[in-house]
């Protein structure tokens, strides 16, 4: 009898354990702007997170996602400051316009909520600096959601490179990353207002399209910094586009190697792809699965498709939560992690300036805005 009763408790404590485990994430929403927030409000019920408030000054934009998702309005606050009072998140996820990343981070860090914000992480580089300081000053994790980040090819590719050495010292990256625009594929007229104004989103096609490989090939390169910044962008659609580029090439140039992205919201089709080449090999991810890679002195590439991600890396909320709860230690050039997407930043405002003068932009000149 004795042995049954401990059997049934120790049972008992392994279910509370795993439950513990398990709590989902008390998620706040700030902003629903964003087209990206579909992601969120349409994920299927996992179980890992939990959205218990959204900040929302535009009513009607409420009722929208409420009728579409089967939103209670009753969560929806019209400001930061009254969601954080009535729901208390842990952490908060925005979808608002890139300029009001900083605001976020101002309310939500001073109170230890934790945050994560859609690429880039901020305007400029003053910005980002701010809230740099900020989320170190409260021991807050401040991360950034790229859709790439969580591309099996992404990862599998940089496992290749830098620990199976399968192509050599990196020599060159070249990025094509961009679609039709965003007028053109219809996008929201609340997502628009903001994703084509200079102000809130910094630029256009060169921020929205050209943080992707100034993320991922910060990453590739362990964090090593610069040496110069190059640009040139134009707006090729000026009726549709009158306050900012629809166009852009960076070119970053690193001490033995050189990165090339080209953002462009005039592809005729929606794509993120990467090549990479290597002193013996070279490596292309054609989108988020499908990779080939072709190694010197053989005239036969091997295609392939790229191995899934472990379940709290798939997608930005079980990584969000894995992060938040210690089961994942960011290091500090990840994809998402806050000194790589200050360093993503700097590469862009850079490049806006190289853009702007028609000159290139040495790493070095760049000040530390704080």
Request: proline share 5%; charged share 20%; glycine share 6%.
């Amino acid at each position: 009898m004795k042995t049954k009763i401990f059997l049934v408790l120790a049972a008992l404590a392994f279910c509370f354990v795993v439950s513990a485990q398990q709590k989902p994430l008390r998620i706040g929403v700030v902003g629903l702007t964003h087209d990206h927030i579909h992601g969120l409000l349409g994920r299927k019920v996992k179980g890992d997170i939990d959205i218990v408030g959204i900040a929302e000054p535009n009513a009607e934009l409420a009722k929208k996602y409420a009728n579409i998702y089967g939103l209670d309005l009753k969560m929806v606050y019209p400001s930061i400051d009254e969601m954080i009072l009535k729901t208390k998140p842990e952490a908060v996820m925005a979808y608002n316009d890139v300029f009001g990343h900083l605001e976020v981070v101002e309310k939500c860090a001073p109170k230890g909520i934790h945050v994560m914000v859609e690429k880039p992480l901020a305007v400029s580089v003053k910005h980002a600096e701010r809230m740099k300081y900020l989320a170190k000053k409260y021991n807050i994790h401040l991360l950034t959601n790229y859709e790439t980040s969580w591309y099996p090819s992404t990862n599998n590719a940089y496992e290749l490179i830098n620990s199976g050495k399968a192509i050599g010292e990196i020599r060159k990256i070249v990025f094509q990353t961009g679609h039709q625009g965003p007028v053109e594929i219809g996008c929201s007229k609340e997502f628009l207002a903001w994703l084509t104004d200079p102000v809130l989103n910094g630029s256009g096609a060169l921020y929205d399209f050209g943080c992707y490989g100034a993320n991922i090939s910060s990453w590739l390169m362990k964090g090593e910094s610069p040496v110069s910044v190059t640009a040139v962008t134009h707006t090729n659609k000026p009726q549709i586009y009158p306050k900012v580029d629809d166009e852009a090439t960076i070119i970053i140039q690193y001490p033995r190697s050189q990165v090339v992205i080209q953002a462009s919201w005039n592809w005729p089709y929606n794509r993120k792809d990467m090549q990479i080449y290597g002193q013996s090999g070279f490596v292309n991810c054609a989108n988020a699965n499908d990779m080939m890679i072709l190694k010197s002195g053989s005239n036969i590439a091997q295609t392939f498709s790229a191995s899934a991600l472990p379940n709290d890396r798939r997608d930005a909320f079980s990584y969000f939560l894995n992060v938040v709860r210690g089961n994942i230690i960011p290091q500090q050039n990840d994809l998402s992690a806050l000194e790589n997407n200050v360093t993503t930043v700097k590469i862009l405002e850079a490049a806006k300036k190289s853009a702007e003068t028609g000159k290139t932009v040495d790493w070095i000149s760049i000040p530390e805005n704080k």
